[in-house]
């Protein structure tokens, strides 16, 4: 029982996942698109942390009453002074200052779920969310933070702090060739700790036939905060899903009425069909 328990406690502490090429493989955000409470905690933490960079500039703030926020409240929590509440999600950062300041202009946001959804894979949201869970410290990086799913990414981990200490372990196997030019396969592991600091561990492996391998873990230090953690940028990337389709909801309703009455006249068309041709055949 008690050994049960502690599996089940380390497995939630430690997340390990294989790299495919490119990046780490994409976590599945869970769905919270129609959660009014779960859509605006995500609209405050974007207006918090997101938006001084990336703008939404296809969202108006009147719009977020939409997901059941009055506009008394958007005035309250979510406006800077500047703004009026039917202002477009703007920043005063222009594309030339970002460039200047990250190497590379931050996107805006409007769009980003859409443009990351994949026809049959992961959607946009599961890219954001994976995206957000997937910042390590990494000393090396000009901005101390590096990123499983987009390697050496210019962003920084500005959601750090809710985030909570954890550190990050690489291990890839790959054949490197030794002085003699014999090549010899290799473990490569890296544990980066909770500051950023790697330590590099070299095996070489004997009688090794698994071929090339890249995989990675992480792990949390404390359960409680990381789980609060997820749940916020599961928030966070709903948020982002319903603006860059606010109507989706509604699109889905309708689409399926519209195939239940498809199905439904089918039943119709038949009967008719036989009931026109019945003296005929
Ligand atoms: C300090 C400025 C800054 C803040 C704050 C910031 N970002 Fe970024 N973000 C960037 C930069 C710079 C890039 C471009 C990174 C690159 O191309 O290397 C970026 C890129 C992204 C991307 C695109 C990644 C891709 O694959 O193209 C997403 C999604 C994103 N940010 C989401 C967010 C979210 C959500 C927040 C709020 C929690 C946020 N960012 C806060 C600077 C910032």
Known sequence: MIKKLLGALALSLISTFAFAEGGAPLDHAPNRITDLAALQNGAKLFVNYCLNCHSANAMRYNNLTEIGLTEAEIKKNLLFSRDKVGDLMTISMTPAQGKAWFGTTPPDLSLITRAKNTSFGPSGVDYVYSYLLGFYRDTAQKTGWNNTVFPTVAMPNVLWELEGP???TDVQVHEVTDDQGKAQWTR?????DHAGFVTVKHETLDNYTGGTSHAGHFQAADEKTFDAFKSDVADLSNFL?????????????IGAVVL?????????AIRMNRAYWKHVR
């Open 166 to 168: 954890r550190t990050y």
């Open 241 to 253: 899903g319903w603006v860059a389709e606010p109507q989706q909801t509604l699109r889905k309703q």
């Open 188 to 192: 490569t592991t890296k544990t980066y």
């Open 260 to 268: 239940l009455f498809l199905f439904l006249f089918l039943f119709v």
